[in-house]
């Protein structure tokens, strides 16, 4: 059963930290690209960050560099995402993802169409 669970949301005020686990079952994290993505309220899904496959290098959305960090632990099978410096527009249903691929285009955007598996994702709220 390959699947993924994806836990730690809940409510923190502004300039909190939060960190965010995903834990894979039924496939090895160790072989794929790993991802976390966001949609908040009245949005697309955008792309939160990720670790490529091919090369481990690591991607960030611009509003979140510097603040973020995205992590693999692959004795636990897990990954994670560290979130510092919280702002009320990081609010979000946050999803884990693991696939082929996390980038793509001249810029090597985040991407979201190179994933093939998908938690059901956790909500995070930040407000005062």
């Known amino acids: 059963q390959v699947q993924l669970v994806a836990s730690g949301g809940g409510l923190v005020q502004p300039g909190g930290s939060l960190i965010l686990s995903c834990a894979a079952s039924?496939?090895?994290?160790?072989?794929?690209?790993i991802g976390w993505f966001r949609q908040a309220p009245g949005k697309e899904r955008e792309g939160v960050s990720c670790?490529?496959?091919?090369?481990?290098?690591?991607y960030y959305e611009d509003s979140v560099q510097g603040r973020f960090t995205i992590a693999r632990d692959n004795a636990k099978n897990t990954m994670y995402l560290q979130m510092n410096s919280l702002k009320p527009e990081d609010t979000a249903v946050y999803y884990c993802?693991?696939?082929?691929?996390?980038?793509?285009?001249?810029?090597?955007?985040?991407?979201?169409?190179?994933?093939?598996?998908w938690g059901k994702g956790t909500l995070v709220t930040v407000s005062s």
């Open positions: 670790i490529r496959t091919s090369d481990g290098s690591l």
């Open positions: 993802a693991a696939g082929r691929f996390c980038t793509g285009g001249v810029d090597s955007e985040l991407v979201d169409y190179g994933m093939d598996y």
């Open positions: 039924g496939f090895s994290l160790d072989y794929y690209a």
